[in-house]
């Protein structure tokens, strides 16, 4: 059973940055789809980053695009997002997520397993 723990979470002014890390219990870190998403009050949850631990894809979202670098530490087996510039309405729940896959990774995943969050809350 694969298990995911994010941390890094917390409050910070405009401006700010944070950095969040989702520790991954898995076998082979080297070949998952993962990814980190969002959900503010009120809102649908949404993808803010997406990469394949194999190599070869990364996407963000547009809303993210030039402040958050997503990347990994394969000998650590974990996860981060690197978030720069933050603004309030960055704040959310933020969720780690992650699938076993041959290659193919995207916003749908595949993302069999998730994380229970971590808060990020941003003040202007």
């Known amino acids: 059973q694969v298990q995911l723990v994010e941390s890094g979470g917390g409050s910070v002014q405009g401006g700010g940055s944070l950095r969040l890390s989702c520790a991954a219990s898995v076998f082979t870190f080297r070949r998952y789809c993962m990814g980190w998403f969002r959900q503010a009050p009120g809102k649908e949850r949404e993808g803010v980053a997406v990469i394949y631990t194999g190599g070869g894809r990364i996407l963000y979202a547009d809303s993210v695009k030039g402040r958050f670098t997503i990347s990994q530490d394969n000998a650590k087996n974990t996860l981060y997002l690197q978030m720069n510039s933050l603004k309030p309405e960055d704040t959310a729940m933020y969720y780690c997520?992650?699938?076993?896959?041959?290659?193919?990774?995207?916003?749908?995943?595949?993302?069999?397993?998730w994380g229970q969050g971590t808060q990020v809350t941003v003040s202007s």
């Open positions: 997520a992650a699938g076993p896959s041959g290659g193919y990774c995207y916003w749908n995943g595949p993302f069999n397993y």
